[in-house]
């Protein structure tokens, strides 16, 4: 199941799209008033769940769904636009991403990852599924994408064990954490060099944790005008999610409607010799498996 922030007649609203991905119905339409996607992840019981995935297989004509629109017609925004907190964010959890790291950094990579590394991302406001990448072209002469697979914690987690974290996870999302490379660099850590404003976008939907197998082996891939760029799938994540989740929920309560990236494969801007980094006019396409695509153009 799929669902969405979204405007339509200059309305926002919280939906779920049918199956087919051809309508979207608002939760509304359905007795549920929640005003935005974090209140729909912290409060969604399970019979509501239940009762819109259900409803996302309906025909909208036959069955009346008040406030039906065709997704063609809506305007779709980033599923939780300000989050509760900064995103959690993984660095070099894929091993090939790890060996590029080093060698833009020209350091020597020894194939080993003992340690997670866990950063963090503030995030004022994400962007919109095809929203723009603001290029901060004053600042950052090294501007970098990245496609992630974004976990949204669904309920408050502490000491969890990882065969139970499963349960505690609402969904999925897509997220490009862009990054200014030399401003990273410049300052030995990754906090202000990835949290920019308009380095963050995400979408175009949160899918439910039941609607792919788990643990999620899904492909991710991002494309440059067109061009593929990064191309692997989440099962060569180094950490897994329930390795992430229960590591970090023994330290810290993850809270409901937290957003933890869970790192980017090889093929990033800096990882090519010599660096493709991005240029205002550029168009960033980021694609996983299940959930769909975000395309961002630079300004």
């Known amino acids: 199941m799929k669902l969405v922030t979204y405007e339509v007649d200059r309305r926002r609203d919280i939906g779920v799209v049918s199956k087919d991905e051809m309508w979207v119905f608002p939760l509304r339409a359905f007795g549920m008033e929640y005003k935005d996607m974090l209140e729909v992840i912290k409060g969604l019981s399970q019979s509501e769940c239940d009762l819109l995935e259900h409803a996302s297989g309906l025909d909208p004509y036959n069955n009346n769904i008040v406030g039906a629109a065709m997704m063609k017609e809506v305007c779709l925004q980033a599923p939780i636009k300000i989050p509760d907190q900064d995103i959690i964010c993984l660095g070099l959890n894929y091993m090939d991403h790890a060996e590029e790291s080093a060698r833009f950094k020209k350091e020597v990579f020894d194939g080993e ?11 004022n406001e994400t962007v919109a599924p095809y929203g ?35 349960d505690y996870i609402f969904g999925y ?10 401003v990273q660099m410049a300052h030995k850590q990754w906090y202000f060099g990835k949290s920019l404003d308009g380095f963050t976008p995400m979408g175009p939907c949160i899918l439910t944790v039941d609607s792919v197998p788990y643990p999620p082996k899904l492909d ?7 061009e593929l760029r990064q191309n692997s799938n989440t099962r060569l994540m180094i950490f897994d999610v329930d390795f992430i989740v229960s590591e970090l929920s023994k330290g810290m309560t993850l809270k409901a409607g937290a957003i933890i990236s869970t790192g980017t494969p090889k093929g990033v801007g800096m990882g090519f010799d010599p660096p493709r980094f991005l240029k205002p006019g550029d168009e960033v396409e980021c694609i996983v498996e299940g959930i769909g695509f975000i395309k961002n153009r630079v300004n």
């Open 173 to 182: 999302t897509i997220v490009n954490d862009v990054s200014a490379r030399n």
């Open 132 to 166: 723009e990448i603001l290029s901060h072209s004053d600042l950052v002469d090294s501007l970098d994408y990245e496609v992630e697979l974004a976990v949204i914690i669904g309920k408050d987690a502490k000491n969890v064990p990882p065969q139970e974290v499963k």
């Open 113 to 123: 990852r003992d340690q997670a590394v866990y950063f963090s991302k503030r995030v």
């Open 220 to 226: 991710i891939q991002s494309k440059v005008n067109g």
